[in-house]
């Protein structure tokens, strides 16, 4: 099988699913710095960041899975979730491995926490995924399952080959990224949906291990200084982030800051990883949230993991059901192919390409290449002028 071929640089002496980043800056004290994300993981020879995927590699941080993911899969779109992006049509979704945040409730804790490396079994070029997903149909390919913030050369990489033949790109992510390292990644994308975990700090310091303004600042950057086609899902858990206060203030903070017209999706928490104490969340509880969101003027809210077609149903502000949908199944369409309400003639906000796709609920699991034959190396391989250092994880700094 051929090789994964990065347009990064590869450092001597390292295997082709190592590549060099430019997110770094040396330390007086002979450490080198992550400069990706705000957890600023300061790193000695060997030792990987926080996310694991991101490590020290002589006087280098390096990507070490480039061009390898923990498998892909052919979704619909809006279970991204984009409800007003190319509906009904079919996204190659794949991820890597790895997280930079550390949420006590990750629903793929199995992907995004791994620290296992035949996680990554999968292998393909930027290229070639696009060829793949072209082949299949798809409209675009998504970033998804962990975030692409840790990976952001390769996704950067995959969204070029996907532009170069005729697909969008998008990232789903949880948005704690650096001003520098987001403007790279999100210049390469064609819409994002960004998980806002919560609207308080003390909830993103205690359970998420990050910082609610960083997330705050990419969905003002992504809405006002992009044309990135941005939605935000926040995921309701019961005892935790769900009161009538948080979620009117968050409402309140999108309708002043990105505008009415940015849509909100709440979705339901199921019990896992470490809260598996918490029960699920009732679907009262999101159907309450979707008032109070629509009370701060919000427009376009939806709900999720919920069988609800009303909290699916897409609404011109004239009052026309303009997608009704059941679950990822669309019954109903109106919108014209120009973006429009067929009713009124209201511009309805988003990204639409002609008709609706009818890719429908399917999930179609793919295999693009065999597994590797050669296998991920567990650390770095040191410079051949020095001795090999034991590997030890880094020590996360507390976020600001």
């Not at 190319?86 to 945040?101: D, E, I, K």
């Not at 339901?268 to 701060?296: G, Q, S």
């Not at 003639?345 to 009818?358: I, K, N, Y």
Request: aromatic share 8%.
């Amino acid at each position: 099988m051929a090789a994964v071929t990065p347009s990064r640089p590869i450092p001597a002496g390292a295997d082709e699913f190592t590549v060099g980043t430019a997110f770094h800056r040396a330390l007086d004290d002979g450490r080198v710095e992550c400069t990706v994300c705000p957890r600023a993981c300061r790193l000695r020879e060997g030792q990987r960041g926080l996310c694991f995927v991101r490590a020290r590699y002589g006087d280098l941080i390096v990507l070490t899975s480039y061009g390898r993911s923990s498998g892909f899969c052919v979704d619909p779109i809006e279970k991204k979730p984009l409800n007003h992006f190319l509906p009904g049509t079919p996204v190659l979704s794949f991820g890597t491995a790895g997280c930079n945040l550390a949420c006590r409730f990750c629903q793929n804790w199995d992907i995004s926490k791994s620290r296992e490396i035949d996680t990554l079994s999968s292998q393909a070029s930027p290229e070639r995924l696009a060829e793949e997903a072209k082949r299949l149909g798809c409209k675009s390919i998504a970033f998804t399952y962990n975030d692409p913030t840790v990976f952001l050369e390769y996704a950067a990489d995959c969204a070029e080959a996907a532009r170069a033949a005729g697909l969008k790109a998008v990232a789903v992510s949880a948005g704690y990224i650096n001003e520098a390292a987001r403007s790279e990644l999100y210049a390469h994308m064609d819409a994002a949906n960004i998980d806002l975990k919560a609207f308080s700090e003390d909830f993103y310091r205690k359970v998420a291990f990050a910082s609610l303004r960083t997330v705050l600042d990419t969905l003002e950057y992504l809405v006002h200084d992009t044309e990135v086609w941005t939605e935000i899902t926040t995921l309701l858990i019961p005892g935790h982030n769900d009161s009538d206060s948080e979620i009117a203030a968050e409402c309140a903070w999108i309708a002043e800051h990105l505008g009415p017209e940015v849509p909100l999706h709440f979705t339901a928490f199921h019990p896992d990883f470490k809260m598996r104490d918490v029960p699920p969340t009732p679907p009262a509880t999101l159907r309450r949230a979707r008032r109070i969101a629509h009370e701060a003027g919000l427009r376009y809210v939806y709900t999720g993991n919920v069988h609800d077609p009303e909290g699916q149903t897409t609404t011109c502000v004239c009052g026309e059901a303009l997608i009704v949908r059941d679950w990822y199944r669309i019954n109903r369409y109106a919108v014209s192919d120009s973006g429009q309400c067929t009713g009124c003639g209201a511009r309805v906000p988003g990204v639409f390409d002609g008709p609706a796709g009818d890719w429908g609920p399917r999930r179609q699991p793919i295999r693009i290449a065999a597994p590797s034959k050669r296998p991920m190396p567990e650390r770095p391989t040191a410079p051949t002028s020095q001795p090999a250092p034991r590997r030890t994880p880094a020590t996360p700094e507390t976020p600001v």
